[in-house]
């Protein structure tokens, strides 16, 4: 059998899909609703993100979630009819998970 | 002209299938619509990364949570996120079967006690950002 990424990305896929499930609705719920409503202080969630543990639970959040955004938007994207674009959807879906990733590392170190 | 089979050339063969197979039937859609989940969970990444990146800076801070263009998005994000964790928990009894013994646990009690953990941890990062934050 020809050896393939796709253990790797399938793993990747499925941890974000574990992470999003189980953290992204509350974490949409402080943002969108409780900070504007003005049930949590904006500069009291910012101090929150800028303690270490949060950030790294941000930071497991964020790449993650783009792992599982790369390989879920590949195969929709195949099987709505852009198969032909082959490896240059490859590139960009994980692509870019892997870039806005060291990007968010970046980020979440230097704050 | 006679001979206008189609060709078979082994692996090579793709049985083409039309782009709008997916509006076919609900189920179809359905499927279509928890895989374009991702979209969302993608999106609401970046918005965290854009808000953890104004984390120096008080009023950018605030600003980006402000702006009703966001604010609007999220609200549409919300429900299909929380497609996304129904249908992965439902999920979790099929890719993950657990035995005690020689029998099988039931799968709505695996996909149960996901549901609870679920509800746990959200509880726990709405205390935090409530009484922490």
Same mark, same amino acid.
């Given at each position: @059998?020809?050896? #393939?990424?796709?253990?790797? =990305? =399938? #793993? @990747?896929f499925s941890a974000g899909g574990v992470m999003s499930a189980f953290f992204v609705p509350a974490l949409i719920v402080i943002t969108a609703i409780a900070v504007p409503a003005g049930w949590i202080s904006a500069e009291g969630l910012r101090e929150l993100v800028q303690h270490p543990i949060t950030r790294i639970f941000l930071f497991v959040v964020i790449a993650l979630s783009l792992f599982h955004w790369a390989h879920r938007f590949k195969f929709a994207m195949e099987d709505l009819g852009l198969k032909q674009l082959g490896r240059f959807l490859d590139i960009f879906c994980y692509g870019s998970a892997i870039v806005i990733t060291i990007i968010a590392a970046a980020k979440l170190v230097t704050l | 002209m006679a001979n206008k089979q189609p060709t078979r050339a082994g692996k090579d063969y793709v049985r083409t299938v039309p782009n709008t197979w997916w509006l076919k039937k609900k189920t179809y859609a359905l499927f279509m619509v928890r895989e374009l989940t991702c979209i969302f969970v993608g999106g609401y990444a970046l918005f965290l990364l854009a808000l953890v990146s104004r984390a120096g800076d008080e009023a950018a801070f605030e600003a980006l949570l402000r702006t009703p263009l966001l604010i609007a998005l999220q609200i549409i994000a919300l429900p299909m996120v929380l497609y996304h964790s129904i249908t992965w928990i439902n999920l979790t009894p099929k890719v993950m079967v657990v035995f005690r013994g020689e029998d099988k646990v039931s799968p709505a009690l695996i996909a149960g006690v996901n549901y609870v953990a679920w509800a746990v941890v959200s509880g726990v990062i709405l205390w935090i950002a409530c009484c922490k934050g």
């Open positions: @059998m020809a050896k #393939s990424n796709e253990p790797i =990305w =399938w #793993s @990747m | -």
